[in-house]
């Protein structure tokens, strides 16, 4: 291979973006690597893309100045290089204490990831099969918590479920509840100023 990319086990917010980006970079400057640094600044040499002639033109140096590579620290092999750096103290974050994981996993829950891994365990934990659509239910929760009441939104994507289970399940019954429901929410605002409320019956007809 002409490239290699060297990535660490530790780097939770690493995505196939980051990888794509060293590469342009190595390729762009024509330099022997191209790696990222951190939010100060340091060389992260284990989140990188270099040139296979220059890893084993410096590797074949170190091993000849030192009868082998066991126990050199990885600095001696990137201090040999011409390197382009990319800032990203994002990608960049690795975890190595406890503390720096408890700082990933408060980062994921405030970025959405963590959504996926609870609703997996949730359908596992209830033993039911179905694709969920996060976005539309986000939307009708806010939807209602703005429109009518933040406790509305828990409240609101309950009957949903409840109401597509009552229409026989599935992600079109789920969807249909919930266009319902979110007409019904977008339309709260000006109903209740009319004193009217959207689903009333009209004067004279059988609400049932």
């Known amino acids: 291979a002409r490239d290699v990319v060297v990535l660490s086990a530790d ?31 340091r060389d992260q040499p284990l989140v990188a893309a270099y040139r ?15 009868d082998g590579l066991t126990g050199l620290p990885l600095r001696r092999l990137t201090a040999g290089l011409h390197l382009t750096r990319v800032p990203d103290p994002v990608a960049s974050f690795d975890c190595d204490t406890w503390d720096d994981i408890a700082a990933a ?11 996926d891994e609870w609703i997996s365990a949730v359908k596992a934990e209830l033993g039911i099969e179905l694709d969920v659509d996060t976005g539309v239910l986000l939307d009708l929760a806010r939807d209602a918590a703005h429109n009518v009441a ?22 079109e019954a789920v969807a249909e509840a919930a266009r319902k429901a979110t007409a019904l929410a977008l339309a709260w605002p000006d109903e209740e100023a009319s004193g009217a409320k959207p689903g009333d019956a009209e004067p004279g007809t059988d609400a049932g």
């Open 105 to 115: 996993r408060a980062r994921i829950r405030e970025h959405g990831p963590v959504l």
């Open 52 to 66: 296979a002639s220059a890893l084993r033109r410096e590797l074949t140096t170190l091993t000849t100045a030192h």
């Open 150 to 171: 933040r406790p509305g939104a828990p409240l609101t994507t309950f009957l949903v479920g409840y109401a597509a289970a009552q229409a026989g399940g599935g992600p």
């Open 11 to 41: 780097l939770p917010f690493l995505t196939a973006n980051t990888v794509r980006r060293l590469l342009t970079a190595l390729r762009a400057a024509g330099t022997d690597g191209a790696l990222l640094t951190d939010a100060d600044g």
